[in-house]
């Protein structure tokens, strides 16, 4: 049980794997006004960045738990280099099937709602695990422009139109679920060539370090076109934020 590796040679030097840079993950933990000694759950939490910050930034603590060995290990390596060891906890395992032991304040789920199926699913996923009156973190993405056609939508990572839905109809979607929408941060363009051109450095390395590799031609082929792919396509007309819920 583990990610593809292409994916982690993709974003094996990323410590955040959504288009939130450093800056806006702070943001966010500065948004939530957690109490020291709050506990989060992250579930597809990658390498960890968002546990090991905030418990050194906010003294909270929690768990985080992802399928990837490879973003695991990162995690539990930042966390010694940040002095959160102690406060932190990752979990190898199925994220679609954890809920915590002890309900806890805080449960986020950034980017990978297909954990529970989509946005629905993954907010019942995430009710499991949290304390009455506690937060639900998604991450998800949303037109900031209608796609021009199949390949644009295609080349933001949907198989259809449908798959996501215009800024407002997303916040709509949260209080049709029944829960507040409370707070939210947006990533940005920037945001965006930060986490996706990042990328490319990452297979341009491998690839010279890796010529014999069974996965060379794939992502030699990848590399060839995402660049221009990401800014005729993705950049212009996809967004993604975190949305803050707390159930009515």
Avoid at 30 to 57: K, V, Y
Avoid at 118 to 132: D, E
Avoid at 187 to 209: H, I, M, S
Wanted: charged content about 25%; proline content about 5%.
């Amino acid at each position: 049980m583990d990610l593809p590796r292409s994916f982690t040679i993709r974003e094996s030097g990323h410590r955040i794997h959504n288009p939130f840079d450093s800056r806006k993950l702070a943001t966010l933990g500065e948004a939530l006004r957690l109490p020291p000694g709050s506990r989060l759950l992250d579930l597809a939490c990658g390498s960890g960045e968002m546990l090991c910050t905030w418990a050194r930034d906010h003294g909270v603590g929690g768990t985080g738990v992802d399928i990837s060995t490879v973003f695991l290990g990162q995690a539990e390596a930042r966390a010694a280099e940040l002095g959160v060891a102690d406060r932190v906890a990752f979990v190898h395992g199925d994220a679609s099937g954890y809920v915590a032991d002890t309900p806890v304040d805080v449960a986020a789920c950034l980017g990978a709602t297909w954990i529970g199926d989509g946005v629905p699913g993954t907010v019942a996923l995430l009710r499991r695990s949290l304390r009455p009156g506690g937060m639900m973190l998604v991450g998800e993405p949303y037109w900031r422009r209608e796609p021009v056609d199949q390949d644009c939508v295609e080349a933001c990572h949907a198989t259809s139109r449908d798959d996501f839905l215009p800024l407002p109809e997303t916040v709509e979607r949260f209080a049709a679920l029944g829960a507040d929408v409370v707070e939210m941060v947006l990533a940005d363009q920037d945001g965006w060539d930060r986490y996706v051109a990042a990328q490319w450095l990452n297979l341009r390395r491998w690839l010279d370090e890796n010529p014999d590799d069974e996965l060379h031609a794939e992502l030699r082929a990848e590399l060839d076109t995402a660049p221009a792919r990401h800014v005729r396509y993705q950049r212009e007309h996809l967004g993604w934020g975190v949305f803050v819920l707390i159930d009515r």
